[in-house]
């Protein structure tokens, strides 16, 4: 089973609105998660770093959440613009090793 | 600051036959890594190396994968002979090591990627 768990795999929306992905993990003892932007063809990007301590962090229009407890992450895209349109990629690490846990993907359409 | 650089970007072959790919990393980045993407999944690690040594290869199909770091910098990867499962993008990425007061993980930056097509 994956340790690494994203929904929904993949989303249409309209240019200018809003979409929440979602992370759930069961990677064990966590140090950090992670998303990756990866546009087609392109590798992934990080875009957001969080540590057990972090409840949300913000780069620009994108904002994370992390619940440690339950172990869940989320992704906001505000206002989304066509350039969002790419697969985010929820990674997961677990202390002290460098292994990453890779969720599938969500696959994010923003049309105009 | 340059990026991971990754060549070929893309190579068709039949299956049976060689294929190597080249990768570049970030200039002081001591970590390396060769992943796995197939269409609609995530990244898979094949292999991550410090330096010039093998850290970690227990996903790595050795009978026809094999990878190098000779000199720890530069990577190739090689897969002989290929077989039509092994079609997807190779990704490479590299990192400083993993250090911090949680045992932090650091950022691994990723190449454009070589897509493998195995006819």
């Known amino acids: 089973k994956n340790q690494v768990e994203q929904s929904p795999q993949s989303l249409i929306i309209l240019e200018g609105k809003n979409c929440t992905l979602q992370?759930?993990?069961?990677?064990?003892?966590?140090?950090?998660l992670r998303w990756y932007k990866q546009d087609t063809g392109r590798g992934p990007v990080s875009l957001t770093i969080?540590?057990?301590?972090?409840n949300t962090k913000s780069n620009g229009r994108y904002t994370a959440t992390l619940d440690a407890d339950t172990k869940q992450s989320s992704l906001h895209i505000t206002a989304s613009q066509l350039s969002d349109s790419a697969s985010y990629i929820c990674?997961?690490?677990?202390?002290?090793?460098?292994?990453?846990?890779f969720g599938k993907g969500n696959q994010v359409v923003v049309i105009p | 600051e340059a990026g991971v650089a990754q060549s070929p970007r893309y190579k068709i072959i039949e299956k049976r036959q060689s294929v190597a790919f080249w990768c570049n990393p970030i200039?002081?980045?001591?970590?390396l890594y060769w992943y796995q993407q197939i269409l609609g999944q995530g990244p898979k690690l094949l292999i991550q190396?410090?330096?010039?040594?093998?850290?970690?290869d227990s996903q790595l199909p050795k009978d026809r994968f094999s990878a190098e770091r000779l000199k720890g910098v530069d990577s190739t990867l090689k897969i002989q002979p290929a077989k039509l499962e092994d079609s997807a993008v190779y990704l490479c990425?590299?990192?400083?090591?993993?250090?911090?007061?949680?045992?932090?993980?650091?950022?691994?930056?990723f190449g454009p990627g070589t897509r493998l097509t195995v006819l």
């Open positions: 990425a590299s990192s400083t090591p993993a250090g911090g007061p949680w045992g932090h993980t650091d950022t691994q930056y």
């Open positions: 992370c759930n993990y069961t990677v064990s003892p966590f140090s950090n």
């Open positions: 969080m540590t057990f301590s972090e």
């Open positions: 990674v997961v690490s677990a202390y002290g090793n460098n292994r990453l846990a």
């Open positions: 200039s002081g980045h001591a970590t």
């Open positions: 190396f410090q330096n010039n040594g093998v850290v970690d």
